[in-house]
């Protein structure tokens, strides 16, 4: 078992096995990511990749190893993108944001912080963090 980040928002482990990689990640009091996790698997199930073990109590999930991590636009500010992968990626970004649009009190009550409404006062609408 490797240590690969610790800090006051997550901690991940890496295993390695005979059949890949495998990372765990705990999250403190204040923020669960697993039951985030659990709620999007279920609402933008094409956009998340479901966890192999999530425990919601104790605030951990447990993944296969999917390739390098992303990240925003999954670049970085010196690299150059086909414009075909990154109109892909805003596209499915849009579909996650509506599909997860659904699902915003599920997402509070697990601990998202949801900004409420804009110049209109209107409803849910964006992620700001957890």
């Not at 495998?22 to 669960?32: Q, R, S």
């Not at 479901?50 to 190893?65: G, K, Q, S, V």
Request: charged share 30%; hydrophobic share 35%; net charge negative.
């Amino acid at each position: 078992m490797e240590q690969l980040k610790s800090t006051m928002l997550s901690t991940v482990l890496r295993a390695r096995t005979e059949k890949g990689e495998y990372f765990l990640k705990c999250t403190p009091v204040f923020c669960n990511e697993a039951a985030m996790t659990e709620v999007l698997c279920r609402a933008a199930s094409k956009y998340v990749e479901t966890p192999l073990f999530i425990d919601t109590e104790r605030r951990i999930t447990i993944t296969a190893d999917h390739g390098k991590e992303l990240g925003i636009l999954g670049i970085k500010s010196t690299e150059r993108v086909a414009k075909e992968d990154r109109d892909d990626f805003l596209r499915d970004l849009a579909r996650f944001h509506h599909a997860s649009s659904s699902v915003m009190e599920e997402l509070e009550e697990a601990g998202l912080k949801v900004y409420r409404g804009g110049m209109d006062g209107g409803e849910p609408g964006c992620f700001v963090g957890t």
